[in-house]
Nanobody
Framework: QVQLVESGGGSVQPGGSLRLSCVALGYSYSSYCMAWFRQAPGKEREGVATISSFSESEYYTDSVKGRFTISQDKAKKSAYLQMNMLKPEDTGVYYC????????????????????WGQGTQVTVSP
């Protein structure tokens, strides 16, 4: 049974930093995409960042480029999201997700049908 467990959320002031962690327990595939999504109150869920286990290519939504960095530890089936220069508009519930993909896939789109999701961790950015 696969379980994604997130941690690292919290409350920070604008300009602060947080590091989110996600571990995919029981996930046995070696070629996959891991992604971070977020959902703010009253808004649709959006893909924030993705990373490929095979090509290690990264994707970022425009609003976080230069501020957020996604990384991974493939041996631990883990992904991380370092969030710097946080803004109030970064507030929301952040979810980790994973999907098995072909090793021929070079890029992990946030539009892929991710089939395993974590429970979410709250990030609040306010003065």
């Amino acid at each position: 049974q696969v379980q994604l467990v997130e941690s690292g959320g919290g409350s920070v002031q604008p300009g602060g930093s947080l590091r989110l962690s996600c571990v995919a327990l029981g996930y046995s595939y070696s070629s996959y995409c891991m992604a971070w999504f977020r959902q703010a109150p009253g808004k649709e869920r959006e893909g924030v960042a993705t990373i490929s286990s095979f090509s290690e290519s990264e994707y970022y939504t425009d609003s976080v480029k230069g501020r957020f960095t996604i990384s991974q530890d493939k041996a631990k089936k883990s992904a991380y999201l370092q969030m710097n220069m946080l803004k109030p508009e970064d507030t929301g519930v952040y979810y980790c997700a994973v999907v098995r993909v072909s090793p021929l896939r070079q890029y992990c789109s946030p539009e892929i049908d991710y089939n395993y999701w974590g429970q979410g961790t709250q990030v609040t950015v306010s003065p």
